[in-house]
């Protein structure tokens, strides 16, 4: 079946690069996202790939695909204390309407 | 701003007693969903709904129930709450057009059953 795997916490020091790994199973995934959460808070998009591209940079956040391996990456970099948070990776297959979530990285930013 | 709204954020039930959420959008989407999300756990989808069509998950509970009188509302009835349904409740929606399917997230209402 469909299953999204993340690894449960990363720490990182204010100003270091975090990079978020996550692996997924459905080779038919067509939509591959990264969400934040905030304590308390709801899902916000901070941003997805299409699974025919390799790359996609957004400011501070670039996201690496390897469809060979299913492997999923976010890296941010320049972290900041503000990027505290759990961060979801999810995926999508095409027409479909459900999308499976990992279980969430907890990102630790260390002044 | 459009947004997806849900109320409230926070509720308290007794064991048994029958809680409604709600959930609505100002986004005009076609789409909406609601999601379980346990401390520590991946948001899990309940049901959604394309319009009118209903969609229920295989292995949500009869427990469970959804209603969506328009476009801009939905709700999540829970019948007869258990403490095991104390979770955060996720609402969300997305345009429902394949080149544009990404979902926007309310804040959630944390539902606690006493």
């Known amino acids: 079946g469909e299953d999204v795997e993340q690894s449960l916490f990363l720490s990182v020091r204010e100003g270091d690069s975090s990079v978020i790994n996550c692996t997924y199973t459905?080779?038919?995934?067509?939509?591959l996202y990264w969400y934040k959460q905030e304590p308390g808070a709801g899902l916000q998009l901070l941003t997805y790939?299409?699974?025919?591209?390799d790359m996609k940079q957004d400011q501070r956040l670039t996201v690496l695909l390897n469809k060979k391996d299913k492997h999923l990456s976010l890296r941010i970099a320049d972290t900041q204390t503000g990027d505290s948070a759990i961060y979801f990776c999810?995926?999508?297959?095409?027409?479909?309407?459900?999308?499976?979530f990992g279980a969430g990285t907890r990102l630790f930013v260390k002044a | 701003d459009a947004m997806v709204i849900q109320n409230p954020r926070y509720q308290v039930t007794q064991f048994g007693k029958p809680v409604t959420l709600s959930c609505s959008q100002t986004?005009?989407?076609?789409?909406m969903y609601w999601y379980q999300q346990k401390s520590s756990q991946a948001p899990k989808l309940l049901f959604h709904?394309?319009?009118?069509?209903?969609?229920n998950e295989a292995d949500t509970p009869d427990n469970f129930q959804s209603r969506r009188p328009n476009t801009s509302f939905c709700f999540l009835d829970i019948r007869s709450p258990g403490l095991g349904d104390a979770a955060m409740y996720l609402c969300?929606?997305?345009?429902?057009?394949?080149?544009?399917?990404?979902?926007?997230f309310g804040p959630g209402t944390r539902l606690l059953v006493l």
């Open positions: 969300a929606t997305s345009s429902g057009d394949p080149a544009r399917e990404t979902q926007y």
């Open positions: 986004l005009n989407h076609n789409v």
């Open positions: 790939i299409f699974s025919n591209m």
């Open positions: 999810a995926e999508k297959s095409t027409g479909g309407f459900k999308t499976i």
């Open positions: 459905d080779s038919s995934s067509t939509y």
């Open positions: 709904y394309y319009d009118k069509d209903f969609n």
